[in-house]
């Protein structure tokens, strides 16, 4: 399976899991090794925590750690960083 084939998959089945849950968290940028999303809910942090240690583990066999965490209004905007 070549790479594309697994981003696209792996997106695939992130869409499904939004579709079962409240939780509205999207990724906003994936710059390597870091990652950011934008959520609206203070309480899905946990939730985005788990988006990122996914992403980091997945694309570099790394742990994500939190680099900032800012608010956008009535969302947040978090960083972290694949290490």
Sequence with gaps: ???LSLVLLV???FGLA???STNRAYQSSADAP?????YEEGGDYDHVKELADEHCDEE????AV????DTQ???YEVTFACQ
């Design 18 to 20: 939004a579709c079962g």
């Design 34 to 38: 870091r990652v950011s999303y934008t």
């Design 60 to 63: 570099f066999g790394r742990n």
């Design 1 to 3: 399976m070549n790479k």
């Design 73 to 75: 209004g009535d969302s």
């Design 11 to 13: 997106a695939a089945g």
């Design 66 to 69: 939190l680099l900032s965490r």
